[in-house]
């Protein structure tokens, strides 16, 4: 079993940047392809960005692309999301996510984060003018 636990959320102004983190209890870390997903007010949680067990391979949201980036540390069971020039359309919760039996990470894009192995609590994102 993994427990995902993130932070780094925050209050930031419009233009800005922030770093997420996502801590992972477990030993098979790994064996995980590892996703973020995010959920706005009122909306249905969406797929943000994935990144394969090796690290490799990389896969992002159209909205997100060119501006965050995902990587992970299989030493310290640690993924992160940089996030640079964030606008009040990335407002959102923003979780973790890991899938035991999924080998690539566009393969997370079409998933909804319910249909991970596992997920996060969440870490709040609040983006101003």
């Known amino acids: 079993q993994v427990q995902l636990v993130e932070s780094g959320g925050g209050l930031v102004q419009a233009g800005g940047s922030l770093r997420l983190s996502c801590a992972a209890s477990g030993r098979t870390f790994s064996s995980y392809t590892m996703g973020w997903f995010r959920q706005a007010p009122g909306k249905e949680n969406e797929f943000v960005a994935s990144i394969t067990r090796s690290g490799d391979e990389t896969y992002y949201a159209d909205s997100v692309k060119g501006r965050f980036t995902i990587s992970r540390d299989n030493a310290k069971n640690m993924v992160y999301l940089q996030m640079n020039s964030l606008s009040p359309e990335d407002t959102a919760v923003y979780y973790c996510?890991?899938?035991?039996?999924?080998?690539?990470?566009?393969?997370?894009?079409?998933?909804?984060?319910?249909?991970?192995?596992?997920w996060g609590k969440g870490t709040l994102v609040t983006v101003s003018l």
């Open positions: 996510a890991a899938a035991r039996y999924v080998s690539t990470a566009q393969a997370v894009a079409v998933m909804v984060m319910e249909g991970m192995n596992y």
